[in-house]
């Protein structure tokens, strides 16, 4: 199994970006989605997740700035990322889990990371 992220690179405030997961190895369509992300000195949060079914949640920090979203046939999860802040700055990961509850308890399989870093 493999999950594999990019997209991460040095923007300005304000500035979009694109985070990708490509995911080999594993049924992708049955899997829900999460992204994380962890800054220095902090512990790794959960900023969005999409079920198998498309229902998507968002932590207030990203809510209407960041969209997640899967295409199934490419076994691919993407983030969109907004009006980006230098808050924003952290390792973005992605894990892919059986269930819901198994995302928010950080259980499935992760990529290695992709650095965003949104400074002036």
């Known amino acids: 199994v493999q999950l594999v992220e990019s997209g991460g690179g040095l923007v300005q405030p304000g500035g979009s970006l694109r985070l990708s997961c490509v995911a080999d190895g594993i049924r992708f369509s049955i899997f829900v989605l999460g992204w994380y992300r962890q800054a220095p000195g902090k512990q790794r949060e959960l900023v969005a997740s999409i079920t198998d079914g498309g229902i998507t949640d968002y932590a207030d920090s990203v809510k209407g700035r960041f969209t997640i979203s899967r295409d199934d046939a490419l076994n691919t999860a993407y983030l969109q990322m907004d009006s980006l802040k230098p808050e924003d700055t952290a390792v973005y990961y992605c894990?892919?889990?059986?269930?819901?509850?198994?995302?928010?308890?950080?259980?499935?399989?992760w990529g290695q990371g992709t650095q965003v870093i949104v400074s002036s």
């Open positions: 894990l892919a889990s059986y269930t819901r509850a198994s995302l928010s308890d950080m259980n499935g399989y």
